[in-house]
């Protein structure tokens, strides 16, 4: 038996997120239907993390162990025969069988993009379309605040019994634009539930004006889960890398 760790990309928009479901398609059954099908039994795979529903990534990465002697070049052609288009295999790589894709993750790179300008139908499933003009520079001074390690317990969802530490360590935050198209970018060693969805959401509305540095430094030393009520839509975050220690 030997192990695989997978480079994956894939355009959420169709799915519900990354986790498998009964009744709701994911990702993660997704693949999981066409390595059974390869297998001609049941195969489960491990993926570093969960994505949301109608979130994107360039480069996810999950386990799976298989019997079958099949050489890494060959495993990708395989796979992706049987995926859908909005799914694609990048990178097959066997690894010691001690790897876990989840659990020796030491970082995440993720992306949020957002159109400042006129409605776009052709980017409505793969960017937030705002139509509302920022003030970046306010929005880059808030940055500051959540750049180091913190307790993120008022940007997630997870509640204290899924995870006691709700600290985390931001390493970069940055905001930049292309005429009306903006992104932010977050680098950390880990994320939680919704937390880089709050955390934009946020500084959108500091951008909008709506929100002083201030309060967004009070919400942060909260650690209250009432105290952001906010929450970026899905469709404009992308999972870009994930890091581990090799």
């Not at 038996?1 to 894939?10: F, G, H, P």
């Not at 994320?191 to 009070?218: D, H, N, P, W």
Request: hydrophobic share 35%; glycine share 6%.
């Amino acid at each position: 038996m030997s192990r695989y760790k997978v480079l994956l990309s894939y355009d959420g928009h169709n799915y519900h997120g990354w986790q498998s479901q009964q009744r709701d398609i994911t990702i993660q059954d997704t693949i999981q239907e066409a390595l059974s099908i390869i297998h001609k039994r049941p195969i489960k795979i491990v993926g570093s993390g969960r994505t949301d529903a109608g979130v994107h990534a360039l480069n996810q990465v999950f386990h799976f162990d298989s019997e079958l002697n099949i050489s890494e070049d060959k495993w990708p052609l395989a796979i992706n025969t049987l995926l859908p288009k909005d799914i694609y295999i990048k990178k097959v790589e066997q690894v010691n069988s001690d790897f876990h894709a989840r659990f020796d993750a030491i970082g995440k790179k993720y992306r949020y993009y957002l159109n400042m300008g006129e409605y776009d139908p052709f980017m409505k499933d793969h960017v937030y379309q705002l139509g509302y003009q920022l003030n970046l520079k306010l929005m880059r001074e808030a940055v500051n605040i959540f750049v180091g390690k913190h307790d993120f317990s008022s940007f997630c969802q997870n509640s204290y019994e899924e995870i006691a530490d709700q600290t985390r360590e931001i390493y970069g935050l940055s905001i930049t634009h292309d005429h009306d198209l903006v992104c932010f970018e977050f680098v950390g060693d880990g994320f939680m539930r919704y937390m880089v969805r709050m955390l934009v959401q946020t500084l959108i509305e500091v951008g909008k004006e709506r929100l002083s540095i201030a309060e967004v430094k009070k919400m942060l030393e909260a650690c209250d889960k009432k105290a952001c009520p906010y929450n970026a839509k899905p469709e404009g975050l992308y999972l870009v890398d994930v890091y581990y220690p090799d």
